[in-house]
């Protein structure tokens, strides 16, 4: 195209031959990079995106060596899982607003630096609670970058078709991390022991740092949008508080005061927290959001996913290697369809678009997901051959992957193109504070289950019932968009 252009601009001057301003070859040498450029920048924002997610699954097959190593009870394995979900959850309406406040590509380069460094600390910590430390650090870092990596792909991209696709080419590598995790951790841990599940985010991180610094472009600040502290407070003491008490519980029992204390503490907060936002000049999330049946709904059903996700993936962990007797390596590879499912169900999602809509894409894949859940518990547990236990663990990843990319535009949909970095954050709060108390129910039952094989029941009722609700909400989508649009 910038040839035929330059046709029209070609300078005769004094010379028979006609030749091209020297700004034509320039611009028509370049257009091919500048093409390949949004690839490019999907490419490098996304890795670091599959870092961050990565993180949130890949030590889950390390919990056993870390046992071993460190010394950790199940409370403080649930605390080395949760510090990162927490501080992530905590901190990524930060995130968001941060990508929208300084520009996008700034908040991510800072947070991913700041995650790589961490990510050294976890590999080098000395102690359980050094780790815990580190992890917390980590997830501040992740909260920092994944917003502002979407938000990159939403300014990227401008075409709407161009964007929807890179959405789910965003979407298919995030559920990919969270699948790959098990397996990529399994063969790290068994090889290289645990500590190299985090020093291997280091030259990674390093490499789509100066990726990213070299090619992603600036992006507009919206400088008038100031930081709500307030309500940034009250939701990390909300949350924080909240999770000591659900992972505490089991260990401390019902009549400890420390339990309680930060039971009360979590109410007291949350109350504080919606005060605050009503009075703010600038809060974390508008209020107006929350009036959008359909924003609130894909909100919800994401969380609810997560927290069976996350919780089934913690129990199946420690009941491969306690109740089968299987090493790291072995409980990755077993997990391994769950993983290639992910990665499956996100390519089905994106050839399926066009025929089906998104609320259908999401309702029929968690529907399936619902019933997968107890089916892979009870191949488990009656020893079924394995190849029925690896099917109910197909359709488990189909499912949830069919959902992932769906939810995200519609939920990008509903809000102006200038907040798609709070957006951004708020999904994926409410998703980590998902895998939070996921994580934390799975650590209470196995604790309180007398073997871990009752327990592996137990989560995988729960995870029925919330990819269940999950997929009501998606069947009703339709309803509360049509009464949105009537508005």
Request: aromatic share 8%.
């Amino acid at each position: 195209m910038a040839f035929l252009q330059c046709l029209h601009r070609l300078d005769f001057g004094d010379d028979p031959e006609p030749h091209m301003t020297t700004e034509c070859a320039v611009d028509t040498l370049v257009e091919p990079k500048a093409a390949a450029r949004p690839r490019l920048t999907l490419a490098l924002v996304a890795s670091g995106m599959f870092m961050a997610v990565l993180d949130t699954t890949i030590v889950n097959v390390a919990l056993p060596a870390l046992r071993a190593t460190l010394g950790a009870s199940v409370s403080g394995l649930a605390w080395i899982v949760d510090a990162y979900t927490l501080s992530f959850a905590a901190l990524i309406l930060a995130g968001g607003v941060a990508s929208d406040r300084f520009g996008a590509k700034a908040v991510y380069l800072w947070g991913l630096a700041l995650f790589v460094a961490a990510s050294a600390a976890c590999g080098l910590a000395p102690n359980v609670g050094a780790l815990v430390a580190a992890r917390f650090v980590q997830g501040t870092g992740a909260a920092l970058f994944l917003p502002a990596s979407l938000a990159i792909v939403r300014s990227t991209f401008d075409d709407p078709v161009e964007r929807a696709r890179a959405i789910a080419v965003w979407a298919t590598i995030a559920s990919v991390a969270a699948s790959v995790g098990p397996v990529l951790g399994g063969i790290l841990v068994q090889d290289y022991g645990w500590r190299s599940a985090f020093l291997i985010n280091v030259p990674t991180g390093i490499v789509g740092f100066g990726g990213a610094w070299l090619v992603v472009r600036h992006s507009v600040r919206s400088g008038a949008r100031r930081f709500d502290w307030g309500g940034q407070l009250a939701s990390i003491v909300a949350l924080g508080s909240l999770c000591y008490a659900a992972i505490e519980l089991p260990s401390r029992g019902m009549a400890a005061r420390e339990v309680w204390g930060a039971a009360l503490l979590a109410v007291l907060a949350t109350v504080t927290l919606i005060a605050v936002e009503r009075r703010a000049h600038d809060p974390m999330v508008p209020p107006l959001w929350f009036r959008n049946r359909l924003f609130v709904a894909m909100n919800l059903a994401g969380t609810s996913v997560y927290v069976g996700y996350f919780g089934l993936l913690f129990v199946l962990s420690l009941y491969l290697h306690g109740e089968m007797g299987m090493n790291a390596r072995q409980t990755g590879l077993t997990l391994l369809p769950i993983a290639a499912s992910l990665s499956l169900g996100n390519l089905l999602s994106g050839k399926l678009h066009g025929r089906f809509n998104a609320t259908q894409l999401m309702a029929s894949g968690l529907g399936f997901a619902a019933v997968a859940v107890p089916l892979i518990a009870a191949s488990l547990e009656l020893r079924s051959p394995w190849v029925l236990t690896y099917a109910a663990m197909i359709v488990f990843g189909c499912g949830t992957a069919l959902s992932v990319a769906p939810m995200i535009s519609t939920v990008l949909e509903q809000v102006p193109g200038e907040l798609a970095g709070v957006a951004a954050g708020l999904l994926n709060a409410l998703r980590q504070a998902g895998s939070l108390f996921g994580v934390a129910i799975a650590g209470a039952t196995t604790i309180l289950a007398p073997r871990v094989s009752i327990a592996l029941w137990w989560i995988g009722g729960v995870g029925f019932v919330m990819y269940a609700l999950a997929a009501l909400m998606s069947a009703f989508a339709p309803r509360w968009r049509e009464g949105e649009r009537a508005r």
